[in-house]
């Protein structure tokens, strides 16, 4: 590859000024970030503040292409390994301290996600973290909880591509199109063609789609082609004299700063990840309001415009938003700042103090050239600090190698950590512990099946197949041992998901709240389930999420409403017709037990206090026992331990239930003892 890259001289020897530094441009980064991580807060007014990634695309493009275009013209020639060493001193030396630093913290202090950090460092080492998580990823990106420690790295990964393949796209364009105009016009048009088919391709019922939408390198550059243009474009401090461009008055360009910052507050205010408009429209305008607050910015007549986004705080807080983004995802998430006012004061304040540090010892010394003075030193052999740089240099040289290579190689070597798998002995699948019902002469109710006492070795084993939410998946994993001589289990059970797949389930006992919207699709994949499992039986495991009241296009489904009992009986049913379309024959409906929630570390989620209302998980279950009466040919209702209510001991035991909620192994023994004879029956 050639160092540098010819492009067509310009027309005379006249070589236009150079933007040169503009104090408001950090001042426009100041306002990303602070969106960003108020979004990352979880304020619920700031639902939007996710746009602040894409004004950076936008200054980004904008910047670079500035910079490419001055070098063409001036050198006639584009010196990539000096842009490409320019970007990596710029940004690299900031990025390993905080992967090193981040990943360290999580080896040694805490257990946080650190199962997915082993996967995520080396797709953020290399710059293709957005692929990963579109790809390979176990936790979407909309997950509503348990978020990756390294999530917020994808559009650093998007932009670093962009600085990979923008210089020869840049010089292909100027070549092939000839002038500036024409090639911002193919930029415009390449834009437009992104935006339309990322709108044809939304699918809100494909939540792998949405994540491809707003992840993906092609489908999120639409903000740094349009900046790219406008830089080819808007040149005014180049022009003179009575130029269109040059000769805009000062209020107009206030008022267009004004417009185009009112519409970005109301998007950063009202926007939602996984809404249709996003994608149809939503992101092209945020990114057009951003070009022309920077276009608004870099003109010499916004003498307004340029007093608010150039004041000294903002440029202060602009010139580490690079500082704050890197370092406060992760500090948040150990610092768990999104679970109140106070925590997310104290995660501020560390974010804040390590950026500085950042920023004052690593950032400033390199960018500043720190590098360079200390090669040319090692460089003079008549220096007499030669000696001592060169200790001081291969120390810092060699420590840093050691411990990144000491972080990497305890990642690789730390098992992914799944706290609902329990770690303890086997427990052993034998006789059953079940009781009878209190009253043998009570009827039960229809299509409920009681236990008996019977449990058979199988020469051909029931296949049993586990379906539900995260609770399923601890019952599933965590069978006892010599269960396989009676039943053969598969888990095709669905994390955070229950039967709803919109709205958002609200406790507000602990304003918590879940969205149900990545769930969509969780009945297809029931379906698929029973195909391909070849099972005789289904077990549905559900209730955690279902206590829960649920907002949905504006209408509160509040628990124990008739709204909120026929929306539930009526996704139950959803979700027991997909398994029979399956090849299921018989469907069995899991008591939905009494739960004891605790806050336990690792857990992702606070107790919810509604998992603990005895009431709602007996409403439910009474719900689900309708249903069950109802389709009496293909379903029944199973009752599962009744020391979930009625032991206090063994309901609050974390041997059983680690969090309150979700089994481990004598939990899952329990469980299965209990109904393991009404499965048999069916």
Known sequence: MK????????????????????PALDGLRAFAVIAVIFYHAKFSWMQGGFIGVEV????????????????????????????????????????????????????????????????????????????????????????????????????????????LIWPFAFIGLLRWRRSRAKAAQTLVVSAVVIMVLTALLYDGANPDRVNFLYLSTLTRSTGLLLGAAGALLWRPWTMTGRAKVAGIPGRTLSALAVGSSAILVLLALWLTVEGAFLYRGGLALVSVCSLVLVATAVHPNAVAVQGVLGSRPLVEIGRRSYGLYLWHWPIFLFANARDGAGNFFIALVITAIVTEASYRLVEEPIRGGVIGRWRAILNDRDNQDRRDIATTATCYGIAAIVLTASVGIALAATKPIDISM??????????????????????????????????????????LLIVGDSQAKALAINQPSGIEKTFTVSNRSISGCGVYEFGTGISSGIDFKQNFDTCQGWDAEWMDAAKKENAQIALVVIGAWEVLDMLHAGTNYAFFTPQADTLF??????????????????VGLLEVPCMRPQNVAGAGIPAIPERGDDARTRHLNGLLQQVAGENAATTVFVNGPREWCTSSIIANDLGYRWDGVHVYKPGAKLIMETIAPALLAL
């Open 56 to 163: 950076f695309f936008v200054v980004s493009g904008f910047l670079i292409t500035s910079l490419l275009l001055e070098e063409a013209e001036e050198n006639h020639s584009i010196a990539l390994k000096q842009f490409w060493y320019r970007r990596a001193r710029r940004l690299l030396p900031a990025f390993f301290v905080m992967l090193v630093a981040v990943s360290a913290w999580a080896l040694l202090f805490s257990d946080y996600k650190v199962g997915q950090l082993r996967h995520d460092f080396l797709s953020a080492v290399f710059y293709v973290s957005n692929w990963w998580q579109v790809f390979f990823s176990d936790v979407p990106y909309f997950a509503p909880k348990d978020p990756p420690l390294l999530r917020h790295l994808w559009s650093l990964a998007v932009e670093e591509q962009w600085y």
């Open 569 to 586: 009986k009526t996704q139950v049913k959803k979700g027991v017709d997909a398994l029979l379309a399956g090849g299921i024959g018989k």
């Open 3 to 22: 160092e540098r890259l010819s492009v067509p001289a310009p027309r005379g020897n006249f070589r236009p000024p150079s933007m040169g530094y503009v």
């Open 422 to 463: 329990d770690q303890g002995p086997d427990e052993v699948f034998g006789a059953t512990t079940t009781v009878p019902l209190e009253d043998p002469t009570q009827s039960t109710p229809p299509g409920v099946v009681a236990p008996s006492t019977t449990l058979p070795v199988l020469s051909d084993p029931r296949r």
